[in-house]
């Protein structure tokens, strides 16, 4: 036992640098994990002014000062803001509340359709189909009491919104203005002698960076596109739906097989199993298999792809850990923890789990 401890820490810990290293990330897990709902406006703000920043350098390299460019990206990042809490968001929940007031018809058809499957398939009775509906109906009536209770409690999440709409803007314009004096800060506690640390930077820099990008790029595209195509159909809920495919694409293979329903359910309420039916789901399944099989490769060439079981593995671990926000980052901290592992000093060839 102890011969085999001795050799995994030479082989993973024998330089000092990883270390230091290791303490660093185990305080930085720590601090999100005991401090992360506290810290979520100054974590927020990271990540959009870590995406920005791409833009700033790029304005740089055209000679812009920074200043300038800073104050020309976050002005149009504002302007996004406005645009998609003053006109998108007001939409979604209008088309929201729209289809919550059509819950009720949509369940009552869906209790007739169910009703008559007995007269199909003579190995369901009809006493079977109506225990499923008595199921059905409690569960119903139970989310309906705890969104009736979620409503009532969701007051103070919406000063914390108001709050978050103040502060995470503010905090994003200061941490582009001030990105090297703030970095000069941080390096200030590190050890003079932080090569590994700049090795791991610059991979985990490249994969997060590129993958985080790449997603963004995505939904907007999947996104848009989808609602082309639901438009074009006509569709109803036309906004909602596509932008619950747009950000089922952070979920791979979940994601995508989920948003499926409620596109196929809206479909069938709408017009049945008929020719327009079939005509969108089957335009639906093409910007699917367009976005699996064109626009990731082109997005992600960069990125190092994870293997299935990791991306699986990463959602199960972080969503028990952070609910549904783990799930939101599952893949950029997978990304992460695989980048870490590539980029380790080790003694032998053992590879990370990609694919």
């Given at each position: ?142 989310f309906g009491q705890q969104l009736l ?41 590190l050890p003079k002698q932080r090569d ?69 359910a809206i479909a069938y309420f709408q ?85």
């Amino acid at each position: 036992m102890y011969k085999t401890l001795s050799e995994w820490f030479h082989r993973y810990l024998s330089d000092p640098q990883a270390v230091v290293l290791t303490f660093i990330l185990i305080f930085g897990f720590a601090i999100i994990i005991y401090m992360g709902e506290m810290l979520m406006p100054a974590l927020a703000a990271l990540v959009i002014a870590y995406l920005l920043e791409s833009v700033v350098r790029f304005m740089q390299t055209r000679n812009a000062k920074r200043i300038r460019a800073v104050i020309l990206v976050f002005s149009t990042f504002t302007a996004f803001l406005i645009f998609f809490f003053g006109g998108i968001v007001p939409l979604v929940s209008s088309q929201l509340t729209e289809f919550l007031k059509e819950v009720p018809t949509y369940l009552g058809a869906a209790q007739q359709a169910l009703l008559q499957i007995p007269e199909h398939v003579p190995y369901v009775s009809d006493a079977q189909i109506r225990e499923i509906l008595d199921e059905v109906n409690k569960e119903i009536a139970s989310f309906g009491q705890q969104l009736l209770t979620g409503t009532l409690e969701s007051i103070p999440g919406i000063l914390t919104v108001i709050v978050y709409a103040i502060l995470v803007p503010l905090l994003v314009f200061f941490f582009l203005k001030d990105k090297d004096a703030i970095l000069k800060w941080c390096f200030s506690f590190l050890p003079k002698q932080r090569d590994l640390m700049s090795g791991v930077w610059e991979e985990v820099d490249q994969q997060i960076g590129n993958y985080v990008r790449g997603k963004v790029w995505e939904i907007l595209i999947v996104g848009v596109a989808t609602y082309i195509v639901f438009v074009i159909f006509g569709l109803k809920y036309a906004l909602l739906l596509s932008a619950l495919v747009g950000l089922s694409v952070l979920i791979p293979y979940i994601g995508a097989t989920v948003v499926s329903l409620p596109v196929a359910a809206i479909a069938y309420f709408q017009w049945g199993v008929n020719s327009d039916f079939w005509y969108l789901m089957m335009a639906y399944f093409v910007v699917q298999a367009l976005d699996g099989n064109v626009l990731v490769p082109l997005l992600f060439q960069k990125v190092v792809n994870l293997h299935p079981v990791a991306i699986i593995v990463s959602i199960l671990v972080f969503g028990g850990i952070w609910g549904f926000w783990g799930v939101f980052f599952a893949i950029p901290l997978a990304t992460l923890v695989n980048a870490l592992l590539t980029a380790w000093p080790r003694i032998g060839n053992e590879e990370p789990l990609s694919g």
